[in-house]
DNA sequence: GGCTAAACCCAAGAATTATTGGGGCTTGCG
DNA sequence: CGCAAGCCCCAATAATTCTTGGGTTTAGCC
């Protein structure tokens, strides 16, 4: 029999490290050498001993997904596919464009995570029908801000008064205002307390 | 050999019932009798089919698991564990009182859902040590509302502005500011644009 | 009962914030 | 060039929000 396809999993559930086991119990193509709970390690881990696919969680309590995505993506002949069971789509975006090579939900049967398997050994990307779903819905609005507007949304976000934020900045406080009002416009909100509210939604922070 | 403990697992992710059925493939006291994966569901199962045991997550993408919780507990003869992936300790201990009589992280060694089972059929009600010190914090700063308090934290929290709101509950506008004041005053906010941040990790909503 | 504390309410004036109307700057385009 | 569009700024005025000082009611306690 050839050589399976290696496997690292980096999940810090345990019970899904479970599942993802017997999952791939039955697939004979596929073997799970190692199952980290911990982002830090898997970079350290890859680098010794270089795997075929990694399946990695984007949602962990020492670091993000992402973060160990950017760590590990590039360096040896390496496919990573995000499993995550949330839906931050901004994020998720964030890892395809990163290069990961596999979109799949927690939420999805199993099998959706062998199909991205399969299609990232034939050379392909593969996101889940629920996923991509989410993820084209992504693009619709691109607000864009220009650096002062930014600024201030930051400040907003602080719970900054607009008079601090005109001190800080060194400006008049009806600029403030006017930039606030600008801000209104653009995330398309009717009042001020609703507009740090809205700019989280579109991960403008 | 005598009949097997039976356990319905209501749980959104597939990955996750998979590592539940391994794990008790691994102990013969236990049999799983069915897997949903909607809350919505769950409360119809237990009616029609008792089960012994149920593994209850709190976060579905229909219902939360603690409604499900409400609606099933105290039917039949039957303990509710909660299985959790996140730690939103106010949730869980609400659960508590409920009457769940187990508290498992996904995070947590999968033994720890065998040690709550046991427990649970020992009249006991176990909570995992990660848990439980998480819970253990919980108590520290009771803050207080009073009913008015709570209604303008709402609105507040909705984006609502002061003028809306002393529309909606038909009182002047500088009643409407008098109560954001104490509202300020009893979390502890020096402005206004922090009071609902404060709010949610009080875990007041 | 009398006392106190806390919640609730409001009018008037103070403070903050928003709008309007205007000006200057740069960029891209006919 | 001329001109539109976007950004940035501000003074004056308008609107909103806050504070102050005062009132009522309720509940607990001596």
Redesign the pocket.
């Known amino acids: 029999m050839t050589t399976k396809h290696t496997i690292l999993v980096v999940d810090d559930h345990p019970i899904t490290q479970s599942g993802l086991r017997l999952l791939f119990s039955r697939h004979d193509k596929y073997e799970i050498v190692e199952a980290l709970d911990r982002g830090a390690t898997a970079s350290a881990f890859v680098q010794s001993q270089p795997v075929d696919i990694v399946i990695l969680d984007l949602n962990m309590p020492d670091v993000r997904g992402v973060n160990v995505l950017a760590e590990i993506v590039g360096s040896r002949d390496m496919t990573v596919i995000i499993l995550t069971g949330e839906s931050h789509f901004q994020e998720i975006d964030y890892a395809l464009k990163l290069g990961a090579r596999g979109v799949v939900s927690k939420a999805d049967p199993p099998e959706e995570i062998i199909a991205a398997c399969e299609a990232a050994l034939a050379g392909e990307v593969y996101v889940s029908p629920q996923m991509r779903e989410g993820l084209s819905r992504l693009t619709e609005a691109p607000v864009?801000l220009?650096?002062?507007?930014m600024a201030i949304l930051h400040y907003l976000a602080q719970g900054e008064?607009?008079?601090e934020i005109s001190y800080r900045?060194s400006?008049?406080?009806?600029?403030?205002?006017?930039?606030?009002?600008?801000l209104r416009r653009k995330l398309d909100v009717s009042n001020?307390r609703k507009i740090v509210e809205r700019a989280q939604e579109l991960n403008l922070l």
């Open positions: 864009a220009s650096s002062r507007q008064s607009n008079k900045l400006i008049a406080q009806p600029t403030v205002s006017f930039h606030i009002a600008e001020n």
